[in-house]
């Protein structure tokens, strides 16, 4: 607990506040106030002092501590390194504890100058409290310990609006009975890898024949390492190597908190193709205030049966899902973030599930809805491998978000947002936890519609308010928020990012992805500077926000109506089709003309007389 | 129980400290010397703190031993038995003494004064496992080093890329450490920084009698005490004013106006010498520097390396040896070291 809290200093210190600058003391009259609340004795120094003067305050009386501001630069350093001598030449020291707080101060500099504590920007007050005091500050070690939240813990998926649940739930019922007996290659290879993790190694290679079987001759290829253009295996002494760069031991310190004890929680999205850039990408959005990573494969993995094995590093889109890199990244980043591990839109979603499970992710991410009308799955195929993958889930106890992300190509929200919520039903009808992921940004349809003509505001919130009517559940709004909303500025991209994340933050929802400040334009590749850009502006805004709120304008309640009205409409279309799966394949959720395309990949793969 | 103290202290940050501790390391392990090591800063990081340019690590061996912030330690990508908590904090944790047991790079944050210096030295002296301990610098941080025996005094481009001046300056610091050493029995004074002190001092000094000064010494107050002696008659002769250690006279400003300062002094009869002292083995010359590219970027650049070396041998002078240790090799620094460890070179102390 902070000093602070604690009531009275045990004993009165008499501390020398010193801004060794040559106008700013701000940050040593809010100490000065702080300190003097607590009983201790504080004389502040008038600014632009220099290091002999202060030395001479210093001697002036029998003080326990001195704090000097200053910001440092490489002049500057040597100014304060110069005091620390003369407070040392002139017998002061030990007897008078310093520190030594500004701009770009940080503890190994500050032990560099000869200070016994550094406080560098974004340290609260009671840190220097607790200097004075000595006692413990455990500011950057509260976030260390902070146990990952449980998204889904609060909510009891109890249908709140009738005719909707009960709609979904008569569709639910449907796709179950229809998933009754099905099989395919991915719930097959699912089985085998399952049994593999317990195998001994005789077993093992015999399954892994009858895996590799199963696969593409794409994917058998690479394990017999004929890897792809683009593709490269990374070694034993590059993997060491890594790990210990990416700071393996060194601890968890976000140095800016966005949302501790607080929702929304935030998540990055990472698949720059390489696991130790991956990692590294991480463990800098951890420690700028990122509380949980999404693992984006590439669309290679989705065309193909199978999935590659190895420690690879890819240059095109994604990172791969093997094991080993699944391992590496846990391994390398280590258990501080929400790590959701996505399986949502090709041929291996009941695999992934299982190496997501197997690896300690905490989220998978399933929605055959997406997946085959915005993903380029076969619907029949997708919709058999995402119930084997929901019940594997509900098995492992892995919650995951069902993404509405066809509204991308034009898909209307109604439309997206009933195929939600039949596979939502159907989930809760396997025992599973979904989460709700409505799209929180500038869509097409939004763009013909004139919605957000108005505001950005209105639209995204009343996807919220109609969610919130039809169900508790949670909500996890993206992916990521402000899509389509970001231009190829940065500044502008990060701007749209925090004004997303401050308008989800006052509608109450429990996580958020956010992107990088260069997704826009990087069309590949992007940065860690530039997802601490987005990280820190949303930062900025849920401080700015605080217990205050973004209000939505009255057309927000209308626009919510209008989306439950289509809701339940497409929701009743569904209903008349012959099943869900011929919904698919109908337009009911997304027709052609609207953007959603039933994909190829995998098509005539199901069979109702597996093994599964 | 005798461990001598080195000290590798420098006119700037980037001047070389820690490439001429890295040197002496390296060769006195070769001539069979257990080393303990320490710094008085932070040192041992791949990137420096401030301009973010490579700097050169600090490779410790089994069996050395090495004063440190305990977290430094459990960072550092090395074995090691944990042998005594010092007592001393340090803005990165409690400083530690801890055994070497397998080899690998060393991040160093020791005592940040003179002080716990001393009781890391009195821990290290009492367990006899050393012949040396090596102390990294800081800055131009010169305090803590006041517990040091020896100096190796690193200098150049990045505290200027005048070679005449840094050779003006390292005459100036050898000049001062080289004061004469005395123990006289005198009045005791904790300060010469103010102008009463001054006429204190001044009125002592006029009666002949010895004037030691203890705590902090300023520019200023040199000046009123040789304006104030100026006008003085000293009927029994002059009195000695002692100083505790030449840092104190360095703490008071740049060691040339100091220097002028104590021979105005000299020049106006009281004899002037420090009780103390470390004696300057060797300087190094390092033509590194980070040029400034804008607030905060800095980009590696260099000197002409021989013409640095040459003008600032011609200052300090023969006695003390000018080594520019990446040119030179560590051999030559190495043999220094020894000859002093060996006594072949006297130390002041």
């Known amino acids: ?612 | 129980m005798y461990l001598p103290v080195l000290g590798c202290v420098g006119t700037a940050k980037n001047t070389g400290k820690t490439t001429a501790l890295t040197a002496i390391l390296q060769e006195a392990r070769r001539r069979g010397y257990r080393v303990a090591l320490t710094s008085i800063g932070y040192d041992g990081e791949e990137l420096d703190n401030l301009t973010g340019l490579p700097k050169p690590r600090v490779e410790v061996h089994a069996g050395d031993l090495v004063g440190t912030a305990r977290p430094c330690l459990e960072k550092s990508p090395l074995g090691w038995d944990l042998l005594a908590d010092c007592g001393v904090s340090t803005a990165l944790g409690p400083l530690v003494v801890a055994r070497v047991t397998s080899p690998g790079r060393v991040i160093l944050a020791g005592p940040a004064h003179r002080r716990g210096l001393g009781r890391l030295c009195r821990l290290l002296a009492a367990r006899q496992e050393s012949d040396l301990l090596l102390v990294d610098g800081a800055f131009g941080r010169l305090s803590p080093l006041g517990r040091a025996q020896g100096l190796v005094i690193s200098t150049g481009a990045a505290r200027s890329v005048d070679p005449e001046v840094l050779g003006r300056e390292v005459h100036a610091l050898t000049r001062l450490f080289s004061l004469p050493r005395h123990r006289l029995q005198g009045c005791r004074l904790r300060h010469l920084q103010s102008e009463d002190e001054c006429r204190v001092a001044a009125r002592l000094l006029a009666g002949g009698q010895t004037v030691l000064i203890l705590g902090m010494v300023t520019l200023a107050g040199l000046a009123w005490l040789a304006d104030m002696i100026s006008g003085m008659e000293a009927g029994k002769g002059w009195g000695w004013l002692l100083f505790a250690h030449p840092v104190q006279l360095l703490l008071a400003g740049p060691a040339e106006r100091v220097l002028e300062m104590v021979y105005r002094l000299e020049s106006l009869g009281p004899g002037l010498a420090v009780v103390g002292g470390p004696a300057i083995l060797a300087v190094t010359v390092n033509p590194f520097y980070p040029r400034l590219l804008g607030p905060n970027r800095f980009r590696a650049a260099r000197l002409d390396a021989s013409q640095l070396k040459a003008r600032v041998a011609e200052h300090v002078g023969s006695q003390i040896p000018v080594i520019d240790v990446k040119r030179d090799g560590p051999e030559q620094l190495g043999q220094v070291v020894e000859d002093w460890l060996l006594g072949r070179r006297p130390s002041p102390t």
């Open chain 1, 1 to 612: 607990m902070p000093a602070s809290e604690t009531g009275a200093a045990s004993r009165a210190r008499r501390v020398l506040l010193a801004p060794l600058d040559p106008v700013h003391d701000v940050g040593l009259k809010l100490i000065k106030k702080r300190l003097e609340a607590r009983g201790h004795r504080v004389t502040l120094l008038p600014p632009d002092l220099t290091a002999e003067e202060i030395t001479r305050a210093a001697l002036g009386d029998h003080y326990d501590c001195l704090l000097v501001s200053r910001t440092v630069g490489y002049e500057s350093a040597e100014t304060l390194a110069h005091l620390a001598d003369l407070l040392d030449g002139a017998g002061l020291r030990p007897r008078l504890r310093v520190a030594v707080g500004g701009m770009a101060v940080r503890p190994e500099l500050a032990a560099e100058m000869g200070y016994d504590a550094g406080f560098g920007p974004g340290t609260p007050p009671e840190a220097a409290v607790a200097f004075v005091e000595e006692m413990p500050f455990h500011h950057g070690e509260e976030a260390l310990s902070l146990e990952k939240p449980d998204l889904c813990a609060r909510y009891t998926y109890r249908w709140k609006d009738a005719h909707i649940g009960r709609w979904a739930g008569e569709l639910a019922r449907g796709i179950l009975a229809w998933g009754e007996g099905t099989s395919t290659p991915g719930t097959e290879r699912a089985v085998l890898v399952r049994a593999m993790l317990t195998a001994d190694e005789v077993e093992r290679a015999r399954l892994e024949e009858e895996y590799l079987r199963l696969a593409s001759p794409e994917v058998v290829a690479m394990r017999q390492g004929q890897l792809p253009a683009h593709c490269r295996p990374i070694g034993q002494e590059e993997r060491d190597r890594a790990l210990e760069l990416l700071g393996k031991g060194r601890g968890w310190r976000p140095l800016v908190a966005t949302g501790y004890d607080r929702r929304p929680v935030v998540f990055i999205q990472y698949g720059t193709g390489c696991p130790v850039m991956d990692a590294l990408h991480a463990v800098v959005a951890g420690q700028w205030g990122a509380q949980g990573t999404v693992h984006f494969d590439p669309a290679w993995s989705a065309r193909h049966e199978g999935l590659p094995r190895g420690l690879l590093a890819w240059s095109a889109d994604g990172t791969f899902c093997t094991p080993e890199n699944l391992r590496f990244f846990r391994e390398a980043t280590g258990n501080h973030l929400l790590w959701q591990v996505r399986a949502h839109r090709g041929l291996n979603t009941p695999e992934t599930v299982v190496w997501a499970a197997a690896t300690g992710a905490d989220l998978t991410k399933i929605n055959p809805v997406y997946g085959s009308l915005g993903g380029g799955t076969d619907p029949e195929r997708l919709l058999a491998d995402a119930l084997f993958a929901m019940r594997l889930a509900a098995d492992y106890g892995l919650p995951f978000d069902v993404v509405t992300n066809e509204e991308l190509g034009g898909v209307p929200a109604h439309k997206a947002v009933a195929g939600m919520l039949a596979v939502v039903a159907t989930a809760l009808e396997l025992g599973a936890r979904p989460i709700l992921q409505p799209l929180f940004c500038y869509s097409p349809e939004a763009m013909l519609e004139g919605y957000m003509d108005q505001d950005y505001v209105d639209w995204n919130a009343a996807k919220v308010i109609a969610l919130r009517r039809i169900i508790d559940a949670p909500i996890w709004p993206g992916a990521p928020i402000g899509f389509l909303t970001h231009t190829e500025e940065r500044v502008q991209s990060a701007v749209t990012t925090a004004l997303h994340a401050g308008l989800a933050a006052s509608l109450g929802v429990d996580a958020i992805t956010i992107a990088s400040t260069d997704e826009a334009y990087s069309r590949g590749p992007i940065t860690a500077a530039a997802r601490v850009d987005s990280l820190r502006a949303v930062g900025e805004v849920f401080r700015f926000l605080g217990e205050a709120a973004v209000s939505p304008t009255p057309r927000a309640e209308h626009l919510a109506e209008q989306l439950l009205e289509g809701v339940a409409a497409t929701l009743r279309e569904a209903l008349q089709q012959p099943s869900f799966c011929e919904a698919l394949y109908a337009g009911v959720f997304g027709n052609r003309e609207e953007g959603g395309n039933p994909g190829r990949a995998g098509k005539g793969t199901v069979s109702r007389s597996g093994r599964a």
